[in-house]
């Protein structure tokens, strides 16, 4: 049985394509069977901290070094990685925002990464994941729609960050394009035809 991490990142509630897109994901998972839970993370609805002075500081700290204030400040980021530890498939929903992902969700990846917990260094100073075998499925909604030979910034980010400080390489991409044009209407079967 598996554990679904299900991350809602826009702010537009049920009026959000990422949202509308993630979710019809979760639920093409769900009608597959052999699923144990689903968890969903709202991050608009408890926004992730920003990385402050001190909170970056205890980021460095070794664990034998932590103490009741750490717990407290780094009481978020725990909370996260154990919900990634937990889950066998992340479904991760994104509006694009200046070419970019949303500001939660950046914020969520700047409290999830940690030395000494999603990747540690081997004796030649090699970054070894520590999530590796999970798989990811991001959902991308754009008002806009791409261009060939334009860069993804997105899907190239998501897939970087993943592969490079968690071991996670296996990352798919949906995305619900033109969302901004007159009369446009949402089809999640066409997006999710092979899925
Ligand atoms: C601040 C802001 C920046 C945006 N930047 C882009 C962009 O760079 N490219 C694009 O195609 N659409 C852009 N859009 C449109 C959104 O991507 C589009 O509305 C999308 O459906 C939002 O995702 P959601 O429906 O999940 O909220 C932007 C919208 C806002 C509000």
Known sequence: MKNILHIISSARGDQSYSQGLSTAIVNRLLQRGNINKVIVRNL?????????????????KHPEAYDDQSKQLLSYADMIVDEMREADVIVMGTPMFNLGIST?????????????VTYVFDEHWTRAGQFK??????????GGRSIDGTPDYISDYIKDVFRSYTGITD???????????????ADYESILKDF
């Not at 608009?44 to 002075?53: G, I, L, S, T, Y």
């Not at 939660?104 to 000494?116: E, F, S, T």
């Not at 075998?133 to 754009?142: C, F, H, I, N, T």
């Open 44 to 60: 608009v609805k408890q926004a992730p901290p920003c990385a402050d002075e001190i909170s970056i500081h205890e980021f460095y």
């Open 104 to 116: 939660p969700l950046k914020m969520w990846l700047d409290q999830l990464i940690r030395a000494g």
């Open 133 to 142: 075998g999970k798989k990811v499925y991001l959902a991308v909604a754009s």
């Open 171 to 185: 990352i798919e991409t949906y995305r619900i394009e033109g969302t901004m044009e007159k009369g446009f209407e």
